[in-house]
C-alpha cells in the first residue's frame, strides 16, 4: 500500500512536469512563428534596400557619365557658391553675446 502511494505521488509529479514542458513548448512555438515572421519582413525589407541602392548606384553612374559628356562637349558653368559665415568673436570674451558673424 505504501509501495502504491509513492508511486501515485510520482505520477502526479511527473503529469504535472509534462503539462509544464507542454506550455513551455506551446510558448516556443509562439514565439518561433513570430520571429519567423519579423525575420521574413527583415529580409524583404533588406531586399527592397538593396534594390533601392542599385537603383540609386545606376542612376549616379548615369549622372556621372552625363556630366563627363557635357564636360567633353562645352563646359557648363556653376554659378559661384555663395560665400560661407565664420565666426569670430569680437573681445577675448567667448560668450555667445559676444559673437558676431563675419563674411568672407
Known amino acids: ?5 509513492k508511486l501515485e505521488e510520482k505520477i502526479t ?8 514542458l ?6 516556443n512555438t509562439v514565439i518561433t512563428r513570430q520571429l519567423s515572421e519579423e525575420n521574413a519582413n527583415l529580409q524583404e525589407y533588406v531586399e ?3 534594390e533601392e541602392k542599385k537603383k540609386l548606384s545606376r542612376t549616379n553612374e548615369e549622372l556621372l557619365w552625363k556630366l563627363q559628356e557635357g564636360d567633353a562637349v562645352s563646359p ?3 554659378p559661384p557658391a555663395p560665400p560661407t559665415p ?3 568673436c569680437s573681445s ?3 560668450s555667445p553675446a559676444k559673437v558676431r558673424t563675419l563674411r568672407r
Open 86 to 88: 565664420f565666426y569670430r
Open 13 to 20: 509529479m511527473l503529469q504535472q512536469q509534462n503539462e509544464e
Open 92 to 94: 577675448g570674451n567667448s
Open 1 to 5: 500500500v505504501e509501495k502504491n502511494l
Open 48 to 50: 527592397k534596400e538593396v
Open 22 to 27: 507542454r506550455a513551455r513548448i506551446e510558448q
Open 76 to 78: 557648363v558653368k556653376l
